[in-house]
């Protein structure tokens, strides 16, 4: 019986979720469902990111947090739209609660709009959003083991982020084994090793987004 | 509707967790729910705490994971009883569960029973196993907005462990911050500042554990 109800909300998620891609794909907008555990590194990726890009491309962000509005303010600064779900406990987010904000966006003025999830590896790597694709982002300080311990967000992301590379000194992380899992796992999805504090790789990363986008380049 | 179904599943849960609490008390077994991001350092708080205190108590590990049974593997050198709950895919451990396991351990032999729940900040906290009390475990890598962000953890927690502090000088992890934060959400909880890896405060660690032991001194 809680197997049926489960499958009564996921069908329920899922009804709403293909809507919003719908939506997403007619206005041309790419929309990144990036998901980590708490403290991999999310806002400060998205911060680099509209550094780096705000000029190139029209951005909004759409921050699920389970309280309090802090990784918005510090994205405040970029001057782009950003709309805050708090989930008040909820341990992510669903296409309902997408779909009930997605209007406060000028979607015809908007090439991506990021959803940095709630931090969690588990939950929000089972509710589709309506997103373009899933982004998965891990720090090395949490280990070597995380997609072998958590693998259907490794399974159902179009990229994987190792984020905060310059702590594998530091670490007993193994990097062989990681990519050994990875590849067991996800075998040909598109691995990049950055460190969003320090630099490295982020070239890569903003090239490979970029190329992402749909929306015809302005002139 | 959802939200009644809900308090089904926690009323459910409580009937439960009130029957393990009594059996465990009936048995002066010490329970403790350790519960934390990913890769904060559970497993290996547990392999140093087993290291130290094996041979003054008699300790039992129940192991929570998505999938896969890496963390027992781990612990399985200190030949203790251990039993492995694949949740597949289920974000938390529940009382039902851990009541189906409970008597595969001879409680009159156990002075302290560790569950290491699913790495999760979020739901496991929501989740009475019928527990002596929940330890929250965080890493400073994390960054030190997790108590702000993630309360209800740090609200219920008999104690919490800052790990991972020989990684401060290599993160802009602010410690007044941290503190204020967790001080304004559990303003007396006991705060442990301790490096697994390096050692850094785990005597206090195992000073404070070895008190909250629940059965009598063997002669």
Redesign the interface.
Known sequence: M?IK?MKN?LDRNQNKADEVRGLLASKEVLMVNIIS????GKTTLLERTCEELGTKFRMGVIEG????D?DAQRLKKFNIPIVVINTE???HLDSHSISKVIDSFDLEDLDILFVEN??????PS?FDLGETFKLAVV?T???D??P?????LFREAKAVLLN?I??IP???FNYAGFRADLANINPHVPLFELSC?RGDGMNEWFEWISGQVLKPKRP
């Open positions: 809680e109800i909300i555990s708490p403290g991999a947090d389970v309280t309090t802090r406990g909820g341990c709630v931090g969690n590896l588990i939950c089972q720090s300080a949490e280990g083991d995380k072998a311990k958590y693998p259907m905060k310059d702590l530091y670490t007993n504090t």
